[in-house]
C-alpha cells in the first residue's frame, strides 16, 4: 500500500467516525445547504454547531478544504464556501412574509443586493428612502458603460409605473434576501415598502455579519481588473490553481481530494469521466471510497454507475430538491419528459433536448390526456415545458451548457424507471387535483 493510499484509508476511516456522531452530520447537512446561520434563525442548530466547532471545521478542512468559522459572540457561524465552478442554476430565494410562498432572486435583484451591502457597510443606519436615492446615484454613474443595470424606481413625467413598481419590487426583494439572513433589522415590515412607493422604513445593519457575508476577501484586497468578470473567479479560488511542479505528493493528493470531493458534497450528478482530474480520482478504488465516505458524513448516499453518480439526500437536510416526488402540475410534466428520455433506452437515446422537443413532448401529453393539468393549459405547452427543464437541471439529468433553448441529457437519464399511470382508467378513486394521470418516477438501484 502506497502512503497515499494509506492516508486516504485514513481519511475515510476519519469520514465514518463523524458518520457515526448525528449531532456533528446534522451541522454539517445544514451547512451544505445554507453557509451562513445565526442564533435567532435557528438556535438549536447555533448550539450545536457551536458545541462541535472543532469537529465541523476540521471535517470541512479536510474534506473539501472550505473554512468554518464560529462568533459565538456575534451569534453567527459561517463556512466559506468556493468552488472554482460555481453552480449558477441555485440563486437564492425571497421568502414572501406571512405566506410559505418564495420566488427566486434574479441577477438584478442580486446585483442590488450587493449594491444595498456596500451603502449599509458606509450607513449601517439609514431609511429606505436615502438607500433608494444612494442607489440611484450610483447606478446612474455606472450604467451608462454597461458596469451596473439602470435602477430608477421613481417614475419620471409621461412615464408608466410599471418599470419603477418592478425596480422597486427589486430593492425590496434584496432586503428580503438580507433580513431573513438576520443581517438588518426594519422596524415595520418590508410589505410596506412594496404596496407603498411613499412609504419609508429605518434600516439597521449589524456589520460584523455584513462582513462575514462575503465569500472571500474584499475586491479592494485583491488584484482584480472590474471591467473582465470573468477573472474574478481565478483570484477567489487560488487555492484550486494548479500547483507548481516543487509541491509534494501530499499536497497534490490533497487538493485533488478537494475539487472532486467539493462536487460530490455539492452537486445532484457526477460525471466520472476519465479525461478529468475529478472523474480520475472517482473512479479510483481510495478516491471512490473516500467519496462514499464524505457523502455518508454529510447524510448522503451515493447511487454509482460507471458513467454516473447520483448523489441524493434522504433526509432532504442539504437541499430543498425532493424530485421526483410530483407535487405539482410542473413536477408531473418534469417525469413525462423523462419518461421519454429514459424511455428510449441507451443506445436509442437522445444526447440532447431542445425546448421545441420538450413543448412538443408536453403538447402530445395535453392532447393524449385531456382532462390533465385541464386549468393550467391557458400557461401553454411552452412554458409548463420550460419549468419542467429546470426541475430536470436542477436533479442532474439534463445539463445547461448556456446554450440558447438546449440542454444536454447526462447518463442520469437512463438511471429512472418512469410509469405513467391514466387514473382515469382505473377504479381508485384517490385522483391528485387537476390531475387525471400520474407520472411517477424511481431510480435503479
Known amino acids: ?37 445565526t442564533v435567532e434563525s435557528d438556535p438549536d442548530l447555533f448550539r450545536l454547531a457551536v458545541h462541535h466547532k472543532d469537529e465541523v471545521r476540521e471535517w470541512f478542512a479536510s474534506t473539501v478544504g472550505w ?45 442590488l443586493m450587493c449594491l444595498v451591502c456596500e451603502q449599509l457597510w458606509r450607513h449601517p443606519e439609514t431609511s429606505f428612502n436615502d438607500l433608494q436615492r444612494a442607489l ?49 433589522d426594519v422596524d415595520q415590515s418590508l410589505d410596506i415598502a412594496e404596496q407603498d412607493h411613499r412609504a419609508d422604513l429605518v434600516i439597521v445593519a449589524r ?48 487538493r485533488r481530494r478537494h475539487i472532486s470531493l467539493r462536487v460530490v458534497m455539492d452537486d445532484p450528478g457526477v460525471g466520472p469521466h ?25 447524510g448522503l448516499a451515493c447511487n454509482i454507475r460507471r458513467d454516473w453518480w447520483i448523489v441524493s439526500d434522504p433526509d432532504g437536510s442539504t437541499t430543498d430538491l425532493t424530485f421526483p416526488l410530483a407535487r ?43 382532462q390533465w393539468a385541464a386549468s393550467h393549459r391557458s400557461r401553454g405547452a411552452q412554458r409548463m415545458a420550460r419549468n419542467a427543464v429546470k426541475r430536470l437541471v436542477e436533479a442532474g439529468i439534463l445539463r445547461d451548457d448556456g446554450r440558447k433553448d438546449l440542454w444536454t441529457v447526462t447518463p442520469a437519464a437512463q438511471m429512472w424507471q418512469v410509469r405513467i399511470t391514466d387514473l382515469t382508467e382505473s377504479s381508485s378513486t384517490v385522483i391528485p387535483a387537476d390531475a387525471s394521470d400520474v407520472a411517477e418516477g424511481r431510480s435503479h438501484e
Open 67 to 111: 473554512p468554518f468559522d464560529v462568533y459565538p459572540s456575534d451569534g453567527m457561524c459561517r463556512l466559506y464556501k468556493r468552488r472554482w465552478d460555481p453552480p449558477s442554476d441555485r440563486p437564492p430565494s425571497v421568502k414572501l412574509q406571512g405566506t410559505s410562498k418564495e420566488r427566486t432572486a434574479s441577477p438584478f435583484v442580486l446585483t
Open 328 to 370: 405539482n402540475i410542473d413536477e408531473h410534466a418534469a417525469l413525462i419528459l423523462l419518461h421519454t428520455l429514459s424511455g428510449a433506452g441507451s443506445e436509442g437515446a437522445d444526447s440532447e433536448l431542445s425546448l421545441e422537443a420538450a413543448t412538443t413532448r408536453i403538447q402530445k401529453h395535453f392532447d393524449e390526456h385531456p
Open 207 to 254: 456589520r460584523d455579519r455584513l462582513a462575514a457575508l462575503t465569500a472571500g476577501p474584499s475586491p479592494s484586497l485583491l488584484n482584480i481588473d472590474l471591467d473582465r468578470p470573468e477573472t474574478h473567479v481565478p483570484a477567489l479560488c487560488g487555492d484550486q490553481d494548479e500547483l507548481d511542479e516543487h509541491a509534494s505528493d501530499r499536497q497534490r493528493d490533497l
Open 274 to 298: 476519465a479525461d478529468s482530474e475529478v472523474g480520475r480520482y472517482l473512479t479510483s478504488t481510495s478516491g471512490q471510497r473516500q467519496a462514499v465516505a464524505a457523502a455518508a458524513a454529510a
Open 1 to 37: 500500500m502506497t502512503d497515499a493510499d494509506a492516508l486516504a484509508d485514513a481519511y475515510a476511516d476519519d469520514a465514518a467516525e463523524e458518520h457515526a456522531n448525528p449531532e456533528v452530520r446534522s451541522v454539517i447537512a445544514s451547512f451544505l445547504h445554507s453557509q451562513f446561520l
Open 136 to 184: 440611484v446615484q450610483t447606478c446612474a454613474t455606472e450604467s451608462e458603460s454597461g458596469r451596473l443595470p439602470r435602477f430608477q424606481p421613481v417614475a419620471q413625467a409621461g412615464e408608466g409605473r410599471a418599470r419603477a413598481n418592478a425596480h422597486r419590487l427589486g430593492l425590496v426583494d434584496a432586503l428580503r434576501l438580507l433580513e431573513g439572513w438576520h443581517v438588518i
